[in-house]
């Protein structure tokens, strides 16, 4: 059935290229574009609010200072810049920031069928290509990833168009398309500080296959020297200025420092060693973002105190992305049939390039991010996503080889491809439109605190955990600390000087939960607008 509906999709664009003289496959891979941005479009508009919530509220905070012409925000150690750009070009189109984001991440995230159907068309046939696409196009973890204003469908979008123009240079003999490839890549790196590992990838690969080389047939590879010249030079254009302006400013490695920070990411909301602060507010935090935070320094010494912990919570993650998410996704028979693509790649064919830059380096950042991701979140792997299909696709050609070619490619594809899609529930289809929740939406009860704000007494000074709170009254978040009572709360709001405390069970250490489950006038508090475990209260100082 699905192959009769791929051959029929086929003949009516046969048929309209000639008539409006277009080649074929350009106006294939235009439908699985539009295709693709159709479902995605269907999907953010099924969601039934466009507002902030937390990292996305962060992100767009800096976009709109870019366009009141407050530029020093794009110099964050943990907010990487590009995004935040990105979402102001376009708020000139789009006038709602609850919105602005999330049209970026629809582009780009229909756009990234564009380098997936190019790398696709180099080594299979129109069908398998098609296949391919689809399953890109339909897998609900992509589709959810273009609902966000967050920074992952960009980032994977750049990612995959660095690793196409790679495969490029091998394909042309032209050195050229690895200089736009460390570009992409720089924008990846710039999109989110982990797509810097992406490119370390490409040349600790590169310097291993350089050396390989040389100790097999004695003599440098110069096409892999040149085009690592190339990528290194594309990338260094774009993404040194702002390290180096970064390292002006801070005077210290900000990889590192983003780094460090990470590594007690544990307990972000506990107060500081001084008491005078949380990790939040040191690091976190756009506006008091604090250079000589401790959160911020000794990442080696840090390493060095918490290894067992930090080798610990890397198992831990290498677990639950592989079972959680890739196991379940995939099922048995799509990982068999990705390793049977694997191997195929590096021991069938003369094509050791493709193994080594399309399979080995996502499998290296793989590695690299397993270890230095915050926590075990799905969207730290969606890049890894596309990777899956063109693996079963090479293990088509495995199972084609094992059989002797007794049945047709394309068959085998088509039939690895149906078995992975029945064996998971990982595709979207449009009853199981509802399942695809967006945890970026802003409830109602963010929207009515924050209007109270803006309409009685916009920017000061709130008490919160998510910054969407205080995004449209322009508040400055004061992240609510762990605490052990109400005093050392109202002690710690006075000595950050607050105004106002949001008291949800979402925002509150369980001492101090009976602020949103008991609302009324508290010793050095008053409510002010309140509804079922939403509340805001307004800090009273004595006179």
């Not at 920031?97 to 756009?111: C, E, M, P, Y």
């Not at 919570?313 to 998410?325: C, H, K, L, M």
Request: include cysteine; hydrophobic fraction near 50%.
């Amino acid at each position: 059935m699905l192959i009769k509906i791929i051959n029929s999709i086929s003949h009516i664009l046969k048929f309209l290229s000639k008539k409006i003289f277009l080649n074929f496959d350009l106006l294939l891979l235009l439908f699985l574009v539009f295709l693709s941005f159709s479902v995605r479009y269907i999907v953010l508009f099924s969601q039934p609010s466009y507002g902030l919530y937390s990292d996305d509220a962060i992100y767009m905070d800096i976009a709109r200072s870019l366009l009141d012409g407050d530029f020093a925000k794009i110099f964050h150690p943990w907010w990487s810049p590009f995004f935040p750009i990105v979402s102001a070009l376009f708020h000139f189109f789009v006038q709602d920031w609850g919105l602005t984001g999330r049209i970026v991440s629809l582009v780009f995230g229909s756009l990234l069928i564009l380098p997936i159907y190019l790398i696709s068309r180099v080594y299979f046939g129109r069908i398998t290509t098609i296949l391919i696409c689809f399953f890109v196009i339909f897998f609900k973890s992509l589709a959810y990833s273009s609902t966000q204003a967050l920074t992952e469908a960009l980032l994977v979008f750049l990612i995959w168009m660095g690793i196409y123009l790679y495969l490029k240079c091998f394909q042309t003999k032209r050195n050229i398309f690895a200089f736009f490839s460390g570009i992409f890549l720089s924008f990846a790196a710039l999109t989110k500080a982990e797509g810097i590992f992406i490119f370390t990838s490409f040349l600790f690969t590169s310097a291993m296959y350089l050396v390989f080389f040389f100790l097999k047939n004695k003599v440098l590879h110069k096409q892999i020297a040149l085009i690592s010249i190339f990528i290194l030079l594309g990338f260094s254009i774009i993404y040194l200025p702002y390290q180096i302006a970064m390292q002006n400013k801070y005077k210290q490695s900000v990889p590192l420092a983003k780094a460090s920070a990470a590594a007690q990411l544990h307990s972000p909301f506990n107060f500081n060693t001084a008491k005078t602060s949380t990790w939040a507010q040191d690091f976190f935090s756009t506006e008091t973002f604090n250079v000589k935070s401790e959160f911020g320094k000794g990442f080696f010494s840090i390493l060095t105190k918490t290894h067992e912990a930090w080798f610990r919570d890397a198992n831990t993650r290498f677990d639950y992305f592989s079972q959680t998410y890739l196991y379940k996704n995939f099922s048995a028979v799509g990982m068999l049939a990705f390793f049977f693509g694997a191997i195929w790649m590096l021991f069938k064919t003369r094509d050791y390039n493709t193994f080594t830059f399309l399979f080995l380096v996502p499998l290296i950042f793989f590695e690299i991010v397993m270890f230095f991701a915050p926590n075990g979140d799905e969207r730290y792997i969606y890049w890894l996503y596309p990777l899956i299909p063109l693996g079963i696709a090479f293990g088509s050609i495995k199972l084609s080889y094992i059989q002797k070619k007794i049945m047709k490619f394309n068959i085998v594809s088509l039939i690895l491809f149906f078995i992975v899609f029945l064996s998971s529930n990982a595709f979207y289809t449009p009853s199981i439109l509802k399942e695809i929740k967006n945890t970026s939406i802003k409830k109602s009860t963010i929207i009515s605190q924050d209007e109270w704000l803006m309409k009685n007494d916009p920017g000061k000074r709130l008490m919160s955990k998510h910054e969407a709170y205080g995004f449209y009254s322009k508040s400055l978040i004061i992240y609510t600390p762990v605490v052990s009572d109400l005093n050392e709360l109202l002690t710690y709001a006075h000595l950050q000087k607050a105004d106002y405390i949001i008291a949800t069970p979402g925002e509150l250490h369980p001492a101090v939960l009976f602020l949103s489950t008991n609302p009324k006038d508290y010793p050095g508090l008053k409510l002010i607008n309140g509804e079922q475990d939403e509340q805001l209260y307004k800090i009273i100082y004595p006179n």
